[in-house]
C-alpha cells in the first residue's frame, strides 16, 4: 500500500468552478501536509502548509486536514485558467525524517 | 529573495561525458535536496545536505555525484550516466532537513543520449 494515495485525475473544469483536489494516507504519525503546485517544465511550487486538523484559507485556496480519517484536500475557488497545473499534496513525518509526494493530479480550467 | 536558482536549463549529455548541475539559494536555508522527476511521476529524492555535510543518500547509483561548496551552493556531477537517466533533476532548499516548505528551483531537464 503506498503512504500516500492521490485522486489521479486528469481534473477538467470550466473557468469559475471549485475544484476539490483529494489525497489520503496510511500513517497516523505524518505531521505536515503541504500542496505544491507545478506547472509544465517548472519545479513544484509550496501552496500551502499545515500541521494541524481543520481549514487554512489563502486567498481562493483552502487547504483542508482530517487526521481522524487521514484526509486531506485542497479547494480552489473561482478557478481561472492560470490554475491549470498538476497539484502534488506532500506529507511529512519529522521524527522519521520521512517526506513522501502523491502522484500528482493535472487540473485543466477551460476559459 | 526567494529563489533557487538552477543552472543550466537544458542539458544534453553523451553516455562518456562528465557534467555538473548547479544550484544556488540565498534565503539562508540551512538544508538542500536534490530530487529526480520523471514525466507525469512526482520528484523522487536523492540526496539530502544538511549543514552542508551529506545527511541522506537514497541508495543513487555512484555516476551521480553530488557537492555542497557552501550554504548557498550545490552541485550534482553526472558522469557515464544511461539513457534511463534522463530526468528533470530538480533542487530544492528549506529552512531545516525534515523537509516541509521546500523551495524547489526551476530544474534542469537532462537528456542523455
Known amino acids: 500500500q503506498k503512504e500516500v494515495e492521490q485522486d489521479p485525475g486528469p481534473l477538467s473544469v470550466p473557468e469559475g468552478a471549485i475544484v476539490s483536489l483529494n489525497c489520503t494516507y496510511s500513517n497516523s504519525a505524518f505531521q505536515y501536509f503541504m500542496w505544491y503546485r507545478q506547472y509544465s517544465r517548472k519545479g513544484p511550487e509550496l501552496l500551502m502548509y499545515t500541521y494541524s486538523s481543520g481549514n487554512k484559507e489563502d486567498g481562493r485556496f483552502t487547504a483542508q486536514v482530517d487526521k481522524s480519517s487521514k484526509y486531506i484536500s485542497l479547494f480552489i475557488r473561482d478557478s481561472q485558467p492560470s490554475d491549470s497545473a498538476t497539484y502534488l499534496c506532500a506529507v511529512v513525518n519529522t521524527n522519521a525524517g520521512k517526506s513522501t509526494f502523491g502522484d500528482g493530479t493535472t487540473l485543466t480550467v477551460k476559459p | ?113
Not at chain 2, 553523451?14 to 534565503?27: D, F, R, V
Not at chain 2, 550545490?74 to 557515464?80: E, F, I, K, Y
Open chain 2, 1 to 113: 529573495d526567494t529563489e533557487v536558482t538552477q543552472t543550466p536549463k537544458h542539458l544534453v549529455m553523451g553516455m562518456t561525458n562528465k557534467k555538473s548541475l548547479k544550484c544556488e539559494q540565498h534565503m539562508g536555508h540551512r538544508a538542500m535536496y536534490w530530487y529526480k522527476q520523471k514525466a507525469k511521476k512526482p520528484p523522487e529524492l536523492m540526496f539530502v545536505y544538511s549543514y552542508e555535510k551529506l545527511s541522506i543518500n537514497e541508495s543513487v547509483p555512484s555516476r551521480f555525484s553530488p557537492e555542497c561548496p557552501n550554504s548557498s551552493l550545490l552541485n550534482l556531477h553526472l558522469h557515464a550516466l544511461q539513457p534511463e537517466d534522463s530526468a528533470l533533476y530538480l533542487c530544492a532548499s528549506s529552512q531545516g532537513s525534515t523537509r516541509e516548505k521546500l523551495f524547489f528551483g526551476s530544474g534542469t531537464q537532462l537528456s542523455v543520449l
